[in-house]
Every structure is written in structure tokens, then in C-alpha cells.
Nanobody, 121 residues
């Protein structure tokens, strides 16, 4: 069983930045960030492999968000810049046993509790 603890959400104005952190109790194949806004489906935001650090982003956040990992601390980060009101959502950290889990949330076995990110216009 892998436990994930997220931190770093909050309220920020459009154009601002936030950094989310996710501490994990164990190493898996890959880590991901997802988000879910009220009334919308859970959306893939970013992923990173523990080995090699390969990353993946959808077009909606590419160039604005950066996922990174600290292997010594077993922690994954999501740096979010140039935030927009449409980025408002609950952000979830997730861990996948597969090295290449893809973008489907069903491929991730473990989930954090979520942290709220609100971007005001």
C-alpha cells in the first residue's frame, strides 16, 4: 500500500503561480497529477517516471506546468505558472505501478486526498 500526501494548494490571482507537493510512502513506476472541477470529469495534468524522469503533459498545461521529482525525498512536485481561472479544480496526486501508465486515471492505483486550487480572475 502506497500513501500519498499532497500540499500546496490555495487561492491565487490569474497569472500567478503555485507549487503542489506530493510525498509518497513508497516508490512505484510513475507518478501523476490529475484535476477535477465541479461537474467535470477527472482530467490528466502531468506524469513523470521515477526512473529517468520522463514527463508527459496535455496541451492544456504544456509550457505552463512542470512536474518534477526528488528521488531522495520520494516527493513529486507540480509547478504551475501563468495560472488561469479554468485551472481551478481539486488537484490529485496519483501513483501508478506501471512505468508507462498513460493518461487514463484508471491506470493509477493510489491516490492522495486532493488539494484545492482556486484561480481568481
Amino acid at each position: 500500500q502506497v500513501q500519498l500526501v499532497e500540499s500546496g494548494g490555495g487561492l491565487v490571482q490569474a497569472g500567478g503561480s503555485l507549487r503542489l507537493s506530493c510525498a509518497t510512502s513508497g516508490r512505484t513506476g510513475a507518478m501523476g497529477w490529475f484535476r477535477q472541477a465541479p461537474g467535470k470529469e477527472r482530467e490528466f495534468v502531468a506524469s513523470i517516471r521515477w526512473t529517468g524522469g520522463g514527463t508527459d503533459y496535455p496541451d492544456s498545461v504544456k509550457g505552463r506546468f512542470t512536474i518534477s521529482r526528488d528521488t531522495a525525498k520520494n516527493t513529486v512536485y507540480l509547478q504551475m505558472n501563468s495560472l488561469k481561472p479554468e485551472d481551478t479544480a481539486v488537484y490529485y496526486c496519483a501513483a501508478a505501478m506501471k512505468i508507462f501508465p498513460g493518461r487514463a486515471w484508471s491506470q493509477y492505483a493510489y491516490w492522495g486526498q486532493g488539494t484545492q486550487v482556486t484561480v481568481s480572475s
